[in-house]
T-cell receptor, first 113, second 114 residues
Framework: GENVEQHPSTLSVQEGDSAVIKCTYS??????FPWYKQELGKRPQLIID?????GEKKDQRIAVTLNKTAKHFSLHITETQPEDSAVYFC????????????FGTGTRLQVTL | NAGVTQTPKFRILKIGQSMTLQCTQD?????MYWYRQDPGMGLKLIYY???????DKGEVPNGYNVSRSTTEDFPLRLELAAPSQTSVYFC?????????????FGEGSWLTVV
């Protein structure tokens, strides 16, 4: 089955700096890669996603890049703000499996003043 | 819309007890899921359903059962609770499968088995 590895497990940046979180996946057939943000004690919420036919997608300060050859994808947050502090999860979906989203283990991002 | 609603939010169970986590969604989504999240870990799929009357196992189904008698409801049953089932449980739903369709999560149910 699919295996998703996520690094780093914790990340501390100063406000205004950029943050990058990286994920690798094992199944080359996976074609959909969402990112979820989970604030402390809250539910995960989708922040951005990318399909395998696209190399990059941006939404304001957030961007995701995908390298299908290397089987890795990354979340980039620019101009970080304290409200970006949360746990971020990447995930991968393999077609033919109705609901099988395989999640990474999460990255705890701390944005310091 | 309330979205995905799950109850209870917190529960302490004794080893061997049983309980049901309730989940309902009002978005007319076909797909519903139950995930568990252990401390410092990602989300593991327990069971999922692609529509009323249809359920299937996820990655970690042992010790759990589900039913889907209506589109709205997807309860998760824990039989003979064990300490290993101490976790946060999230119910979720999506209009279709996970491929490109946003999965909406409930607020979570914190379960402790002692």
């Amino acid at each position: 089955g699919e295996n998703v590895e996520q690094h780093p497990s914790t990340l501390s940046v100063q406000e205004g700096d950029s943050a990058v979180i990286k994920c690798t996946y094992s199944d080359s057939a996976s074609n959909y890669f969402p990112w979820y943000k989970q604030e402390l004690g809250k539910r995960p919420q989708l922040i951005i996603d990318i399909r395998s036919n696209v190399g990059e997608k941006k939404d304001q300060r957030i961007a995701v890049t995908l390298n299908k050859t290397a089987k890795h994808f990354s979340l980039h947050i620019t101009e970080t703000q304290p409200e970006d502090s949360a746990v971020y999860f990447c995930a991968a979906h393999r077609p033919g499996t109705a609901s099988k989203l395989t999640f990474g283990t999460g990255t705890r991002l701390q944005v310091t003043l | 819309n309330a979205g995905v609603t799950q109850t209870p939010k917190f529960r302490i169970l004794k080893i061997g007890q049983s309980m049901t986590l309730q989940c309902t969604q009002d978005m007319n989504h076909n797909y519903m899921y139950w995930y568990r999240q252990d401390p410092g870990m990602g989300l593991k799929l327990i069971y999922y359903s692609v529509g009323a009357g249809i359920t299937d196992k996820g990655e970690v189904p042992n010790g759990y059962n589900v039913s889907r008698s209506t589109t709205e409801d997807f309860p998760l049953r824990l039989e003979l609770a064990a300490p290993s089932q101490t976790s946060v449980y999230f119910c979720a739903s999506s209009y279709e499968g996970a491929a490109g369709n946003t999965i909406y999560f409930g607020e979570g149910s914190w379960l402790t088995v002692v």
